[in-house]
């Protein structure tokens, strides 16, 4: 961020200033990259903090205690809240300054906010609770593969609790777990055949050759998690549209709220995030207690009742997109305009404030997927992999985009052919865009059936055959 405030504050790490209808002067090779290399160090700290830092918080809580689950169950709300209300001061307050007074100091607030974040870290760092590391855990997985492949001509064993090797569990950190009959296959890592030695201390000469039950599982937690991972790529595909197509639509509508004043475009995912703020407190603080006292369970709905919740908002919330984006283009080419856009194409004279009502359907949806998916993979993976976790659903994010454009780029190509009339039109009125909101529901109906039946497969860490 320091060298990011350089590029804005010091005259020679960047073009010089143009006005409208001047030619620009191009940015140097060595301007470029001071710019990039402030983008690699964002990139390699960013990947540093967001797999991490949630996992690292809820370690500080005591999962043996009723007040250490509780911690655990309300911090990821509060540490997603919390990340919410930043990012809305970020798209408002932040971008405000940089537009409108200098990019400089809307670069530099970060920055020193960031540097006050170290100090805060640090300062704390004799009081927090550090689980140590035990090893990777990507060998212990590789390990499993590996002795599974060469002992896959023996057959599986009668008895697998007897029969399988289980050496003493030795790990303060990792929970021992049971063996389960799904991918079978990974068992036979596990059968102590004649060529295995053992060691005295109960541990195999060759790990290669021969894995224990407790690694064995590990790695099947690992392969029950991949198909509900991949419904929150699939879910993702709604939720970044507000932040694309949603902000588009908005251009070629009314943004005025009173005589003088317009809403910015780009800052209409601030609906999304104010509904996230409004949503969290009220279901951690009154709903959940509420639902505890009528069911009696400590968690009255489930991590995986949650995120079929949020699935089928943002199905709901595209639908509503839809009906909406119908109504814009129909008084745009049909009713009244208020001016046209520099590119072209009529401003609808319908208030951009209908588009509110999706955004926070899909800030809701969020609510309760995104959370959601974040706690159960840090219950779910076993405890040496929780940063691995962590990152999981900002994989989510990234591949919901590449899908999204992956999408658009398959809308042009078959309704933006010679003759077309293309979907995804430049000048939204001409195009359908409500056709596409209509796609992308239609996968979040199928997304929802998929996750429903991985929701009844999956089977739970720790649980018992």
């Given amino acids: 961020m320091f060298i990011l405030t350089l590029t804005a504050a010091v005259s020679g790490l960047h073009p010089h200033d143009?006005?409208?209808?001047?030619?620009?002067?191009?940015?140097?090779?060595?301007?470029?990259?001071?710019?990039?290399?402030?983008?690699?160090?964002?990139?390699?700290?960013?990947?540093?903090?967001?797999?991490?830092?949630?996992?690292?918080?809820?370690?500080?809580?005591?999962?043996?205690?009723?007040?250490?689950k509780r911690g655990i169950n309300s911090f990821f709300n509060w540490y997603y809240f919390t990340f919410t209300g930043a990012m809305m001061i970020s798209a408002t307050v932040i971008i405000y300054v940089q537009s409108?007074?200098?990019?400089?100091?809307?670069?530099?607030?970060?920055?020193?906010?960031?540097?006050?974040?170290?100090?805060?870290?640090?300062?704390?760092?004799?009081?927090?609770?550090?689980?140590?590391p035990e090893g990777s855990p990507f060998t212990s997985i590789v390990?499993?593969?590996?002795?599974?492949?060469?002992?896959?001509?023996?057959?599986?064993?009668?008895?697998?609790?007897?029969?399988?090797?289980?050496?003493?569990?030795?790990?303060?950190?990792?929970?021992?777990?049971?063996?389960?009959?799904q991918f079978r296959f990974l068992d036979k890592a596990a059968i102590v055949s004649s060529s295995d030695e053992i060691k005295p201390n109960g541990f195999p000469v060759d790990p290669w050759k021969l894995c224990s039950i407790q690694q064995?599982?590990?790695?099947?937690?690992?392969?029950?998690?991949?198909?509900?991972?991949?419904?929150?790529?699939?879910?993702?595909l709604a939720v970044v549209q507000q932040s694309t197509y949603v902000i588009l639509a908005a251009l070629q509508s009314d943004r005025h709220l009173g005589p003088h004043f317009q809403i910015p475009a780009a800052s209409f995912t601030v609906f999304a995030m104010l509904a996230q703020t409004?949503?969290?407190?009220?279901?951690?603080?009154?709903?959940?207690p509420r639902l505890r006292k009528l069911t009696g369970k400590e968690e009255p709905i489930s991590l995986l009742q949650r995120m079929g919740i949020g699935i089928l908002l943002s199905t709901v919330a595209m639908v509503v997109s839809a009906v909406v984006e119908v109504?814009?283009?129909?008084?745009?080419?049909?009713?009244?305009?208020?001016?046209?856009?520099?590119?072209?194409?009529?401003?609808?004279?319908?208030?951009?404030?209908?588009?509110?009502?999706?955004?926070?359907?899909?800030?809701?949806?969020?609510?309760?997927?995104l959370i959601s998916q974040i706690e159960f993979y840090y219950k779910e993976f076993p405890e040496h992999m929780r940063s691995v976790a962590g990152a999981l659903a900002f994989l989510n994010l990234a591949f919901g985009n590449y899908l999204s454009g992956f999408l658009v780029t398959i809308i042009h190509k078959t309704t933006g052919a010679e003759g077309r009339k293309n979907w995804l039109s430049q000048d939204l009125n001409k195009g359908r865009l409500d056709m596409f909101y209509v796609v992308i529901a239609g996968i979040g109906v199928f997304n929802l059936i998929y996750f429903i039946l991985c929701a009844r497969w999956y089977r739970f860490k720790g649980a018992r055959q």
């Fill in 278 to 288: 409004l949503w969290i407190p009220f279901y951690d603080r009154l709903l959940v």
């Fill in 216 to 236: 064995v599982e590990e790695v099947k937690c690992l392969l029950r998690i991949i198909p509900i991972w991949t419904t929150g790529i699939i879910y993702y």
């Fill in 18 to 68: 143009c006005k409208v209808g001047d030619t620009c002067q191009k940015a140097t090779a060595g301007q470029m990259a001071v710019l990039f290399a402030s983008f690699a160090f964002l990139v390699v700290g960013a990947g540093g903090i967001r797999p991490c830092s949630m996992p690292f918080g809820a370690d500080q809580f005591n999962p043996n205690t009723e007040d250490g």
């Fill in 327 to 369: 109504k814009r283009r129909s008084i745009a080419n049909h009713g009244s305009t208020i001016g046209a856009m520099l590119g072209g194409g009529a401003i609808s004279s319908m208030s951009s404030l209908w588009m509110v009502p999706q955004l926070m359907i899909l800030g809701v949806s969020e609510a309760f997927n």
């Fill in 143 to 181: 390990q499993v593969f590996a002795a599974a492949t060469k002992k896959k001509g023996l057959k599986q064993p009668k008895d697998p609790n007897q029969d399988l090797f289980d050496p003493p569990h030795v790990s303060s950190l990792v929970t021992k777990l049971h063996h389960t009959d």
């Fill in 100 to 132: 409108t007074l200098s990019w400089s100091i809307g670069l530099a607030i970060p920055t020193i906010l960031m540097f006050v974040a170290c100090v805060f870290y640090f300062m704390g760092s004799k009081i927090y609770v550090k689980v140590l």
